[in-house]
């Protein structure tokens, strides 16, 4: 996968569908983010229950799909100041707390697994 160095993020506010592939989230991204899918960002999606998240990012090849499932916690999702924002903007670092499972801001983590025995 071929990253660019200093990416740009989108996160989507809204729920998704994550039976959706590829070709439905690009759809998802030039409707609702009014982007180009193919133009090197990183497109993020969340289901409902805030415990799978998807990435979409084209690099000069085709086209990525990279998939969290989460067992017992939630993604914090960034907030916005406009309540109508279809999408929020974050930097690489908040994108690695919220995959992280730490809520941007506020650096609390989220409940974490018991061990393994």
Do not use: C, Q
């Not at 969290?68 to 993604?75: N, P, Q, T």
């Not at 999702?77 to 908040?94: G, M, Q, R, W, Y």
Request: proline residues 9%; charged residues 25%; hydrophobic residues 45%.
């Amino acid at each position: 996968m071929i990253v660019p160095r200093e990416p740009r993020i989108y996160v989507a506010k809204s729920a998704v569908d994550l039976r959706w592939g590829i070709d439905r989230l690009a759809g998802v991204v030039v409707e609702h983010f009014g982007r180009n899918p193919r133009d090197g960002a990183l497109f993020v999606f969340v289901n409902k229950a805030r415990n799978r998240l998807k990435i979409l990012f084209y690099d000069a090849t085709g086209a990525w799909l990279l998939y969290k499932r989460l067992d017992r916690a939630r993604f914090p999702l960034p907030v916005t100041i406009d309540p109508n924002d279809t999408h929020v903007v974050v930097s690489p670092e908040e994108l690695t707390s919220l995959l992280r499972g730490l809520e941007t801001g506020r650096a609390r983590p989220m409940r974490r697994l018991p061990p393994l025995h």
